[in-house]
C-alpha cells in the first residue's frame, strides 16, 4: 500500500494526541532521540513481522498513549510560574468565623500568612415606631413635612393628611412613600389586632448606617408632626459598624466585608472572642487535582488499551506487566498521596483519593513525588520514551537472525521503529 494511503487509512483508526509544548524539541533533545533509536537498532535482532493494518493501527495507538501520558506527567513535573505546584490559593482555617476571596487582579504569591480578630460585628439600625389606634383619625388635616439624615445626606419628604384617612391608612401610604423612595431604609406597618392598634417600623438596608427623622412643617393648629406622632426616631437597635484586627491593624468596615492591601476579601461572619482565624496562603488543591486527574485519565485510557490488545496479541501482555510492575513497585508511595493502584481487580487502573491528595498538596510531598528530578518521574519518563521510540517491541514478530556483537556494529535506523519507516510524522 503506498505511503500516504497508509496514512489516510490509519489516520482514523488510531487516537491521535494533540500536540503539547513537549512535542517541540531541542536540537540535543533530538539529537538524544537519534541515537537512541540507533542503540535499540544495534542491538536488538532482526524480525519478521506480519504487518498487517491491525497491527500498525495497535501499534501506532500505543505510541500516541503512551506520548500523551508522558506529556500529562511533564506538565505535573513543570516547575514555572504556570505550573500545577506554582499556583496558590488563599484560604481561611476556619471559614465559618471568616471567610476569603481573591480579588480579580491580585496575585496569591505576595500574601503572607495573617491572622483576623474580629471583635465586633456590623448590624443595621431598627426603629420601632409608636403604636396608635388604627381606625382612628389622630393627625389635623393638612401638609406635613419632614426630612431624613442618612450617610450624610438629606432627603425632604411632603406628606399630605386629610380627614378621611384613619392612622392605618396614614402609616401604610407613608410606608409605601418610604419604600418608593429608596433612599436605603425598608418600612413595614405591624398590627395588633387585638387591641387594634397598629405602628409604622423602619429599618436601614444597610449595616454600620444611622439614620434619624426630622419634623420640619406641620399645619396650623398643631404641633405633633409626622416623625412625633409615628414615633420614627424611636431606635430599637442602633447601626454598628464591624471592628477586626487585620494582621495587627484595626479596622472598621459599615459592612461585613473587608478589602485588604494585597486584594483580598474577607467576609467577617461572627466575632471570635478574643481568638484570631488564619487566612493561609497554600498550594491551590484544585489546580493540581485538575492535572492529576488528566494524567490519571489518560493512564487508564493507555493501560486499557493495552489490556484489551492483549487479549489477542501476545506481546501486548508484556507492555500491560511491565506497566503493572512498574506502579505496583510505585504503589506505597502513590497511595500515600492519594493515588490509589488496585491491580488485584485485574485492571491495573489509576484512581484518586481526594482527601488524601488534598493532605499530599499541603504538606509538598506530591509535589515532591513528580519533580522532574524525582526518581518516579524520571523512571516512568523513561519507560514511556521507550515504549513511544519502540511501540515495535509490543507487536507479535518472529525473530529472524540475532545481532553479532563482536564485529562492529551494524546500525539500521527503522528496523526498531518500522513506524517511523511506515509513515512521517513530527513526533521524533
Given at each position: 500500500?503506498?505511503?500516504?494511503s ?32 540507533r ?25 500516541e ?21 506554582s ?13 476569603v476571596?481573591?480579588l480579580?487582579?491580585s496575585d ?56 378621611s384617612n384613619?392612622n ?40 454600620g ?20 406622632f ?28 473587608i ?16 481568638n ?19 494524567f ?19 506481546a501486548?501482555?508484556?507492555l500491560?506487566?511491565?506497566m ?7 504503589k ?49 519518563l ?17 525473530v529472524?537472525?540475532?545481532?553479532n ?8 535506523p ?5 513506524y517511523s ?8
Amino acid at each position: 500500500m503506498p505511503l500516504l494511503s497508509v496514512y489516510n487509512n490509519l489516520i482514523h483508526g488510531y487516537v491521535m494526541s494533540r500536540q503539547t509544548r513537549y512535542d517541540s524539541h531541542k536540537r540535543s533533545e533530538l539529537s538524544d532521540i537519534h541515537n537512541r533509536i540507533r542503540k535499540l537498532s544495534a542491538e536488538q535482532p532482526l524480525y519478521k513481522i506480519n504487518f498487517d493494518e491491525e497491527a500498525q493501527e495497535y501499534t501506532l495507538t500505543v505510541k500516541e498513549y503512551a506520548m500523551g501520558v508522558a506529556a500529562a506527567v511533564k506538565d505535573l513535573a513543570n516547575g514555572e510560574a504556570e505550573g500545577a505546584f506554582s499556583r496558590y490559593a488563599i484560604k481561611s482555617d476556619n471559614p465559618a468565623y471568616v471567610g476569603v476571596e481573591v480579588l480579580e487582579g491580585s496575585d496569591p504569591k505576595k500574601t503572607e500568612d495573617f491572622g483576623v480578630e474580629v471583635e465586633k460585628l456590623s448590624s443595621h439600625q431598627f426603629n420601632v415606631g409608636n403604636m396608635v389606634e388604627s381606625k382612628t383619625n389622630s393627625l389635623v388635616s393638612g401638609q406635613y413635612n419632614f426630612k431624613v439624615e442618612i450617610e450624610g445626606n438629606f432627603y425632604s419628604f411632603q406628606f399630605n393628611v386629610s380627614g378621611s384617612n384613619d392612622n392605618r391608612e396614614l402609616q401604610t401610604k407613608l410606608a409605601d412613600f418610604i419604600n418608593k423612595t429608596k433612599v436605603g431604609l425598608r418600612a413595614e406597618v405591624v398590627t395588633d389586632r387585638e387591641n387594634g392598634r397598629s405602628g409604622l417600623n423602619l429599618e436601614a438596608k444597610k449595616d454600620g448606617v444611622d439614620f434619624i427623622f426630622t419634623d420640619t412643617k406641620t399645619p396650623e393648629g398643631t404641633n405633633s408632626g409626622i416623625v412625633d406622632f409615628f414615633g420614627l426616631n424611636n431606635v430599637r437597635n442602633k447601626a454598628e459598624k464591624t471592628v477586626a484586627v487585620v494582621d495587627g491593624e484595626r479596622i472598621e468596615s459599615e459592612d461585613r466585608k473587608i478589602v485588604t492591601s494585597k486584594g483580598l476579601l474577607l467576609d467577617i461572619k461572627r466575632e471570635t472572642n478574643g481568638n484570631k482565624v488564619m487566612i493561609r496562603k497554600i498550594a491551590d488543591d484544585e489546580s493540581v487535582f485538575r492535572k492529576v486527574s488528566e494524567f490519571v485519565r489518560k493512564y487508564n485510557e493507555f493501560i486499557n488499551y493495552v489490556k484489551d490488545g492483549a487479549l489477542t496479541r501476545r506481546a501486548s501482555k508484556k507492555l500491560w506487566y511491565e506497566m503493572n510492575n512498574f506502579f505496583t513497585k510505585e504503589k506505597e508511595t502513590l497511595e500515600e498521596n492519594g493515588i490509589m493502584y488496585d491491580f488485584a481487580a485485574g485492571e491495573g487502573n489509576l484512581n484518586i483519593d481526594r482527601e488524601k491528595m488534598a493532605s499530599a498538596v499541603q504538606n509538598g510531598t506530591l509535589e515532591k513525588l513528580f519533580k522532574a528530578d524525582s526518581e518516579m518521574t524520571g523512571a516512568l519518563l523513561k519507560k514511556l520514551s521507550d515504549v513511544t521510540l519502540n511501540p515495535m517491541e509490543y507487536v507479535d514478530k518472529i525473530v529472524v537472525v540475532y545481532p553479532n556483537t563482536k564485529n562492529n556494529l551494524s546500525y539500521n535506523p527503522y528496523i526498531t521503529s518500522l513506524y517511523s519507516g511506515m509513515m512521517y510524522n513530527n513526533y521524533c
